[in-house]
């Protein structure tokens, strides 16, 4: 019995290595040809870790905040001075926003033109980030039951952050703008082209399929164009930085890393897609 | 009596799972990243921690399937294509257990040492398989600041690692007394 027992743990221990690296190739396989069991327990198991991922960020938070504050206050000097500039200019810009509104409501009223629907929105926070080569996502504490949809917009208070990749009941994945598979219908600002910008998992975006690439200056901002009736138009996705290898680098103006909070949109089209909730924004979210 | 020995089997039943939980606890804290700026966000490799600190100490408790199944977890937590991190973590555990006596007889600072090559091994094997699931040649310079992040770290967290072991010493040496 005892020699029975000995030789199935060494046959265990000798297969054990094979029989993982085995499994672990299956599971990524699995995994490049978007196995439906895969995605499925990815989802379910996002929801059991999504309480405990909260907690044991928390930590972390701190410790970046504290980083933050510390550089904040090394930095305040140099940041009031900046502020001052900036304020300077933005008041100018506000006088010039306000009549420009002003002036585009009375056009629209002469055109009886269509207004672009509102979105609504739910309230996140990023509890954990992927930061290896692989993929660029983050997660939110909101998911399915909060109303997050697959395919929404992700914004915080500069722009576009992403879009919602995975859903499970209380918990959310964000496919992030520098993530490679990461492809979003955009315009330049000043002439109203359009160009998609892509991700390739570093911390700047690529701009493809753009009839303007040997003529875009840095600076140059990007937003979304509203194409595919996903994302609303207009969210500021990004300024032109440089360029590599012919193709214009793009910056984007949101770092995820360095935010808690997120908006999730609910944005629909009416008519051609279902509605799934009562738009309820009054104020513009950007 | 027959209590006693049931309650000393008990606890050292449950403390025998404390090296995988240890493991899925760190891999959890990594979830969020620390932020160095112009870098970008990076996260320690606490899951290769966990696999050579309990294949070194206390491979019984900690086989290839515990290795696989921290891998596992890790993976989706953090959004990768399942089964890389599984895979990295198997071959760690492998060629630590390789040279596991080795590793018991040498000073923490030589072990610090050793532990930081098998880092980089595991980083290095990391961004292969990036580079051929992905098919192209993925950034350095965030895995060069994971390697020194988690060799940075490493005292600390073989600390806790070390105070884990403890515990499961001690239900062990009771459960054997009780017996």
Same mark, same amino acid.
Not at chain 2, 107 to 124: G, R
């Given at each position: 019995?005892?020699?029975?027992? !000995?030789?199935?743990?060494? %046959? ?8 993982? #690296? ?20 990815? %989802? ?5 870790? &999504? ?13 970046? &905040?504290?980083?933050?504050?510390? +550089?904040?206050? !090394? ?6 001075? +900046? ?17 420009? !509104? ?30 290896? %080569? ?7 504490? &909101? ?11 992700? #914004? ?8 919602? %990749? ?19 219908? #955009? ?7 359009? &160009? ?32 595919? @009736?996903?994302?609303?138009? @207009?969210?500021? #996705?990004?300024?032109?930085? @440089?360029?590599? @290898? ?41 | $009596?027959?209590?006693?020995?049931? =309650? ?17 606890? /760190? ?12 870098? =970008? ?19 019984? /408790? ?14 989706? $937590?953090? =959004? /990768?294509?399942? =089964? ?27 072990? *610090? ?13 990391? *961004? $292969? /398989?990036?580079?051929?699931?992905? *098919? ?22 073989? *600390? ?20």
């Amino acid at each position: 019995m005892l020699k029975l027992v !000995l030789l199935t743990r060494q %046959t265990t221990q000798r297969f054990a290595l094979p029989f993982f #690296v085995v499994a672990a190739l299956a599971f990524i396989l699995m995994s490049r040809t978007d196995n439906p069991w895969v995605i499925d327990a990815r %989802t379910r198991t996002l929801d059991v870790l &999504a309480p405990v991922i909260d907690v044991a960020s928390r930590p972390v938070s701190a410790v970046n &905040a504290a980083v933050d504050s510390v +550089n904040s206050w !090394l930095a305040v000097a140099a940041e009031n001075e +900046n502020l001052r500039r900036e304020n300077a200019r933005l008041m100018h810009w506000q006088a010039a926003a306000r009549q420009l !509104l002003a002036e585009n409501r009375e056009f629209r009223e002469l055109l009886s033109s269509v207004a672009e629907p509102r979105a609504a929105f739910v309230t996140a926070r990023i509890i954990g980030h992927s930061s290896g %080569t692989f993929v660029r996502t983050a997660v939110l504490n &909101a998911g399915s039951r909060e109303g997050v949809r697959v395919g929404q917009a992700v #914004v915080a208070t500069h722009g576009l952050v992403g879009r919602i %990749t995975e859903t499970a009941r209380h918990s959310s994945r964000v496919l992030l703008l520098t993530d490679l598979n990461s492809r979003i219908p #955009v315009v330049f600002e000043s002439n109203r082209r359009p &160009a998609i910008v892509s991700g390739d998992n570093s911390r700047v975006l690529s701009l493809l399929f753009t009839e303007l690439a040997g003529t875009i200056d840095s600076g140059e901002r990007l937003v979304t164009s509203g194409e595919g @009736g996903m994302l609303p138009p @207009g969210i500021p #996705v990004g300024i032109v930085t @440089g360029s590599q @290898g012919g193709l214009p680098r793009v910056t984007p103006f949101v770092d995820p890393a360095r935010i808690e909070h997120v908006r999730v949109l609910d944005y629909t089209l009416p008519g051609l897609m279902q509605t799934t909730r009562e738009a309820g924004m009054l104020e513009p979210l950007w | $009596m027959v209590i006693e020995d049931w =309650g000393a089997s008990l606890k050292r039943r449950a403390v025998s799972f404390l090296p995988l939980v240890s493991g899925v606890a /760190l891999v959890l804290v990594t979830a969020t990243p620390l932020y160095f700026g112009h870098v =970008g966000d990076v996260a320690p490799r606490f899951g290769v921690t966990a696999v050579i600190f309990w294949t070194i100490y206390r491979p019984d /408790l900690f086989g290839y399937a515990s290795a696989f199944f921290l891998g596992i977890v890790a993976d989706l $937590m953090t =959004g /990768l294509p399942l =089964g890389i991190t599984a895979l990295v973590l198997v071959m760690v555990r492998y060629g630590v257990f390789t040279r596991r006596r080795y590793f018991l007889r040498k000073s923490f600072h030589i072990v *610090w040492a050793e532990y930081a090559l098998v880092v980089i091994a595991a980083v290095v094997i990391d *961004w $292969m /398989l990036a580079a051929l699931y992905l *098919w192209s040649y993925p950034g350095l310079l965030v895995h060069v600041f994971q390697v020194l992040l988690t060799v940075a770290l490493f005292p600390g967290v073989y *600390w806790l690692l070390a105070r884990c072991q403890d515990l499961v010493s001690v239900a062990g040496r009771e459960a054997a007394g009780s017996g």
